[in-house]
């Protein structure tokens, strides 16, 4: 398994020095997903309720290097098993999950960290993937919706939210449901006010919230194999 | 012999019961598969370029340089040289290349030259649009209105509005599109599966045959969705080009520059009551924008016929964006407009609100006795007799509450649709129609009218909707599916239900007429004892299946329904934030078939109108024309803590139920902003008179009168 300092040495397939990277050539255009990215914490921070894990996730503490501007490879341990990918160092992991693992359970909505309908859990953090570059995920331990139960299983939360018709069109579900996955694995015994209070980071259009509320309790209560606390 | 009436009451095994959504495990585990999941092997994807002006003229595009990008395999343009652009996101040209990031970098190396044009992107009336910006529609009269508002003991006067607003659904707009030869198929987020199929023909000069449409999930449309769309036949034409797939899905910007806006709609208005509160007079000077097209006539008032009424209404053109139906076209504005103005009334009459509409409620005409029954009922359910204040919560500290109601009505209907019922020898069921799925339950409707009609548990039914290869059914819009999908599912059931007597009905020395299916068997009706097992029966079809269409059946739908919702707010005086603290909604809808999802509907649509009483706008900038917010950090949704508890009650009684099916979606998402703001003003003392109603809205409101 590589860590982000071997990745971030070994991949120059330019010249020693040449920073030119393509998110670089971007930003001269005017976006920089990897500016924005930077950017991205206050905007989030200052609108809605996120975690702290989640900011921590977003935004690593060390710049990292420069890889690219081609593809690079990319190692993901997903769900247990590990992938092995080639990627331009600006592919989100989100657009890795998508575009080539076909894991389309997290979904691009807003892509830009607002909605929260791109949720995955990485080292036991919810995250958003839209703003979690793929490179950056490396040697992380990444769940996904998929990996939450096996094919035709129900994991508990999953299952509370169809007792609960907490989802109507269901985009933004799966996201929901990595978000509460994480939230009852840090608090098993919710209150109902910890439940309104920590699910903020993600949004629903079609008016789930109701169904999401108690989806989250009774998952919870029946994890805990007792009563959350209402 | 089954007639195809619904079961009464006592009769219901499935029908009225609270039901989960029966593809509510596959969205839940993330394995739904939605039109931007799609991924047919060599799939290109697309990215727009789109004008960043308001108005403008093309005049030079170059697409050598990403023609050049290896990777690069498909140009589509969407407004040649010449033409014209009139919103900012208006689709230029598109690229399709073999990935999503080298889409994008093609996209950027178009340049496209644009002679920019005069554009009026300002939310206002007739004489600040200027000339050619306007149309004046026929005006409406009943009665004397001025000459009624001289007479009346008491008259309010307010300039009420709601801005443009979108739509946002969660999925995109957008589809892939795959050749087979001259066969095309497409996966397209949409609300119209089975009404695409021409335009994909027209546009692409190939035969309607050969077009095959499938959405078996979708991410949201609450009426943007319609139309193939000029991207959606772009990612056809681009797939075609290219000789492999193509993915077009709208970025975040571009949905909410161009996938749909809401027209706004705002008001001057008088009206006048007596001394006891019977109203008597109301004139309205209305305007608002559908962007360049003239958009809806809304009538003013709603629902409430004022014996002397005057109304005029001016469209005003702008380049704010194309307008498309949003949920319950027209009514939520017409009833924010109405209700605050009349609320007004009631407060300058120093009048419970609660005792002057129903005071009033005989001008609603027909319904009047439904509305008053659902008020009743709201008020009970939310203590107002309890918390009722006049206006301005007295009490102290900077947190001020208020009560506020609003009552709606919507027509529903069912929509024109067939449904094809197959009965197979070895007893599976399958029932089909070219129908979707919005997120509001239409699989699992289906699924429960034709079990109950069967006798069958409704893990025995398969059904089958979401593609054009099934009987065609109508788009989902206008409150219209459950309707159309329950009556056709019902008659075709019942048709195939009734040929399956008559070969099984010998077995039983009987004939069909004497038959029912209950429980699993077919069974001589009063005679228990005398029944087969489902499986036997079906065993007797030989080799071949039942087969039989139903079509929407005016003798089990009906239209017309009515509901009142109440809201309880509490405002921070100092910062102006505003909490929906608690909803209550009474709703009719005939006869429910799934009690769980009829009520997500109620709930969902009282959260989308908190969304659009407190949040949503589409912010535009006067001086460059552009849009400010087309992102979800600042084009404003609810998140699960800003809204409050709410509580729906389904009129259930028999004088409902018995009216047949009628639809949801669309009526309890149009009170809710009248409901907000009459409970806002309730609370603090002066009416913020525009929507949605932000902390710099309700600061400017006590800046000019009210508790402060």
Known sequence: MADQDDLHHSTGSGEPGDDNSASDRESSKGFSRRQFIKGTGLAVSASVFVPDGLLKAAMPEETPGVSGPGEVPVRLRINGREHQLRLEPRVTLLDALRNRLDMTGAKKVCDRATCGACTVIMDGHPVYSCTVLAIDAQGKSIETIEGLAPEGKLHPVSQAFVDNDAQQCGFCTPGFVMAVKAFLDKHPHPTYDEVRASLGGNLCRCGTYMGIRKAALEAAAKMAGKGGRL | ?708
């Open chain 2, 1 to 708: 012999m089954a007639e195809i009436k619904w079961p009464s009451a006592a009769n219901r095994g499935l029908i009225g019961k609270s039901i989960s959504r029966i593809d509510g495990p596959w969205k839940s585990s993330g394995r739904a598969k939605y039109t931007y999941d799609q991924g047919p092997a060599g799939m290109l994807y697309a990215k727009l370029v789109t004008s960043p002006y308001a108005h403008a003229k093309v005049t030079a595009i170059d697409t050598s340089r990403a023609e050049r990008l290896p990777g690069v395999r498909a140009i589509h343009i969407f407004t040649a040289v010449g033409k014209e652009v009139n919103w900012e996101g208006h689709e230029v040209v598109g690229v399709a290349a073999d990935t999503e990031e080298l889409a994008e970098d093609a996209a950027r190396l178009i340049r496209v030259e644009y002679d920019p044009q005069p554009y009026l992107v300002a939310d206002t009336d007739a004489q600040h649009a200027g000339p050619g910006r306007f149309r004046e529609m026929s005006p409406r009269k009943t009665g004397d209105p001025e000459q009624a508002l001289q007479q009346a003991d008491v008259t309010s006067e307010g300039t009420y509005g709601q801005p443009v607003i979108t739509h946002c659904c969660h999925e995109a707009h957008g589809s892939v599109a795959e050749w087979k030869g001259d066969e095309l198929y497409v996966w397209i987020s949409t609300q119209n599966v089975s009404g695409l199929s021409n335009e994909y023909a027209s546009a692409l000069n190939i035969p309607a045959t050969n077009v095959h449409v499938d959405c078996q999930v979708m991410g949201g449309g609450f009426g943007s969705k319609f139309a193939a769309d000029s991207w959606g036949v772009a990612a056809a034409a681009m797939a075609r080009k290219a000789g492999r797939p193509v993915k077009l899905m709208l970025d975040r910007e571009v949905e909410l520059l161009s996938a749909g806006c809401r027209p706004s709609l705002h008001a001057k208005i008088r009206v006048g009551a007596k001394r006891d509160g019977t109203l008597i007079a109301w004139d309205s000077e209305s305007w608002g924008t559908a962007g360049m097209s003239g958009g809806g006539v809304p009538q003013l008032p709603y629902i409430i016929q004022v014996p002397n009424s005057g109304h005029r209404h001016t469209s005003i053109f702008t380049n704010i964006g194309p307008a498309r139906a949003w949920r319950a076209p027209n009514h939520p504005q017409m009833c924010f407009l109405t209700m605050a103005a009349l609320d007004d009334l009631a407060a300058k009459l120093n009048m419970d609100s609660l005792d002057f509409f129903l005071k009033n409620v005989g001008l609603t005409g027909e319904r009047a006795g439904v509305y008053k029954q659902q008020m009743l009922m709201a008020a009970d359910m939310i203590g107002w007799k309890q918390k009722w204040h006049s206006r301005g919560d007295k009490t102290p500290g900077h947190i001020k509450r208020g009560l506020g109601l609003s009552f709606h009505t919507w027509a529903g209907g069912g929509h024109m649709g067939y449904c094809r019922t197959t009965i197979h020898p070895d007893g599976s069921v399958e029932v089909a129609t070219g129908s979707q799925d919005l997120g509001t339950g239409t699989r699992t409707v289906i699924g429960i009218v034709a079990a109950e009609t069967l006798g069958l548990p409704l893990d025995a039914v398969r059904v089958e909707i979401g593609n054009n290869k099934y009987p065609p059914d109508g788009a989902s819009g206008g409150s219209t599916t459950v309707g159309g999908v329950s009556s056709s599912t019902r008659t075709s059931a019942t048709t195939a239900l009734n040929e399956l007597f008559a070969k099984a009905a010998p077995s039983l020395g009987t004939t069909a007429d004497k038959l029912e299916a209950v429980g699993g068997q077919i069974r001589v009706i009063g005679d228990p004892s005398k029944s087969i097992p489902w499986k036997k029966a079906c065993a007797k079809l030989g080799t071949t299946p039942i087969v039989a269409m139903g079509q929407r059946n005016f003798s089990l739908i009906s239209s017309g329904v009515g509901g009142v919702q109440m809201a309880e707010v509490a405002v921070d005086i100092d910062t102006g934030i505003v909490r929906m603290e608690k909803m209550v909604a009474v709703q009719d809808c005939g006869l429910i078939i799934d009690m769980k999802t009829a009520m997500s509907q109620v709930y969902g649509a009282c959260i989308m109108g908190t969304c659009y009483a407190l949040y949503e706008e589409k912010i535009m900038d006067q001086q460059t024309g552009t849009c400010l917010n087309p992102n979800m950090e600042f084009y404003k949704l609810s998140g699960l803590d800003d809204i409050g508890d709410i509580t729906v009650h389904m009129m259930t009684e028999d004088s409902y139920q018995d009216r047949g099916v009628i639809g949801l979606g669309e009526p309890p998402v149009i009170s809710p902003g009248a409901a907000i703001s009459n409970a806002v003003a309730n609370a603090i003392g002066v009416r913020v008179p525009e929507l949605p109603i932000t902390p710099d809205r309700v600061l400017a409101a006590l800046g000019k009168g009210g508790l402060v």
